[in-house]
């Protein structure tokens, strides 16, 4: 779902009909309850906006109302971790930006993941100063004496340099900016009458190329589909559902007994919550018939189809790929339960763990499918390889040749037959493999509406 950026009080204590206190972007933000010292300070509790960058301004919520406190704080928090920095209006301008500023950053040794917050002039301020401070102001701000003055000598300095900065990028990012509007309209449109005639010649090529190879990938996935796609299908369709539809089962009565038990309790909650989303990891934990299950397809099953898993690709393989997504959805499950749950009151916990579990049938049904598809699309992998590509590529190799011959700086990057061969020859396959496994999606959902009926829960749609 959008979550704004913005988030605002419209009333200031005094006036009924409201006014506007600020307006905080949520991006670049982290939320906390204040602290012991901090309510003794505003008098009363509240929740504080921390930032990431220390030269952002910390904001400072009042909200002595217990109840209406945590529910805030619940939104604050989907707000920063849902919230992205403030763009130019013009799409291409904020991403030539951002590729611009990341490649800076890498130039000059700045690696590693950095958060967004602010506009562009902001963040190209934040990299100036960051850069400023590593190579210069930090060895000298290192050299005032240590005594008390300190901090606040230090403080100023930062604060002078910020208001520097910041002042000068602004200005230039400005001007920058609207001398680039001014001629956007115009570039825009010589580049489209240039890219039109090439982007139609490119359709052209697609069709040239699928023309080319159907001969040679449609009896290929006739013969996998018949030989080889639906032997593995039928051997790991059931114990994949099955795998699911359990762990869900054991999902909900884990998480079921706990608020029985009025484990879930306010006091309580974070810990059972944590301590349950390491426990659906364990072998023996909540979801261990879905394991259980997976497992006898690798270890039985699997045996009668070994002799088909080709490229690398083994039982155990398979085994880890199910159990991998089968604990994805299961964490996720409860992760999407703490949040909507720890706001509200305990006597409504049923309700919400009921949605969830509703929402988790959902996505199994998603996911059973991908999962199988995963396991089909590495088991062609390797033919797919020897006997379409390569002999494909062979047919539009003199064409290639062709374009490449072409005296015109990035032609061949544009006409790149080669990648234009494995779009169309993977499209065609994950057509095919959709295809295979939607003759047997009726019976999967078959089984999960049989087991929400079980549970009590209501079955969404897909």
């Known amino acids: 779902r959008q979550v704004s950026t913005q988030s605002t009080w419209d009333h200031d204590g005094t006036s009924e009909t409201g006014k506007l206190k600020g307006t905080i972007y949520a991006a670049g933000y982290r939320v906390h309850e204040f602290s012991a010292d901090e309510a003794l300070e505003f008098g009363e509790q509240g929740i504080k906006f921390v930032p990431w960058s220390y030269r952002r301004r910390t904001w400072y919520i009042k909200c002595g109302d217990d109840k209406e406190r945590k529910e805030w704080l619940g939104v604050f928090e989907t707000a920063c971790y849902k919230s992205v920095a403030p763009h130019d209006e013009d799409a291409c301008i904020a991403q030539a930006f951002d590729v611009a500023l990341r490649n800076t950053r890498w130039n000059f040794w700045f690696w590693g993941w950095w958060g967004q917050a602010g506009g562009e ?119 994949v559902t099955d795998a699911f539809v359990l762990a869900v089962q054991g999902f909900h009565s884990h998480f079921n007994g706990k608020i029985a038990s009025n484990e879930f309790a306010a006091a309580r909650f974070q810990t059972t919550l944590d301590y349950s989303d390491w426990q659906m990891d364990w072998w023996s934990g909540p979801i261990h018939q879905g394991y259980v ?103 539009i190799l003199p064409l290639q040749e062709t374009i490449d011959a072409i005296p015109i700086p990035g032609l061949s990057m544009l006409f790149d037959l ?22 047997s999606f009726s019976d999967i959902k078959t089984t999960v509406s049989v087991a929400c009926a079980e549970i009590g829960v209501k079955a969404l749609s897909v």
């Open 418 to 439: 080669n990648k234009m061969l494995e779009e169309v020859v993977y499209n065609v396959r994950d057509g095919a493999l959709d295809a295979l496994i939607s003759a």
């Open 293 to 395: 299950v997976v497992h006898r397809m690798y270890s039985d099953d699997m045996a009668t189809i070994a002799s088909l898993l080709v490229g690398g690709l083994t039982p155990y393989t398979v085994y880890n790929m199910v159990c991998d997504k089968l604990k994805l959805i299961i964490h996720r499950a409860v992760f999407t339960f703490g949040s909507l749950a720890k706001s509200i009151a305990e006597s409504e916990l049923p309700s919400v763990l009921s949605h969830v579990t509703s929402l988790l049938f959902h996505d199994i049904l998603i996911m059973i499918k991908s999962v199988i598809a995963a396991v089909l699309t590495a088991i062609l992998s390797s033919p797919l390889n020897e006997l379409v590509l390569k002999p494909c590529k062979e047919l």
């Open 121 to 239: 002039a902001e963040r190209l301020g934040e990299f100036i100063l960051d850069l400023l401070d590593r190579d210069i102001v930090d060895a000298i701000l290192d050299g005032v004496p240590n005594n008390a003055a300190k901090a606040m000598t230090v403080d100023l300095v930062r604060k002078t340099i910020g208001a520097t900065v910041k002042g000068a990028v602004s200005g230039a990012w400005t001007s920058s900016v609207t001398a680039v509007r001014s001629l956007s309209t115009s570039i825009q449109s010589s580049v489209k009458d240039l890219l039109t005639p090439l982007l139609e010649k490119q359709k052209e090529f697609k069709n040239t190329i699928v023309s080319k190879i159907s001969g040679t990938v449609n009896p290929f996935l006739a013969d996998k589909g018949a030989n080889l796609l639906k032997p593995v299908l039928n051997v790991i369709f059931k114990p």
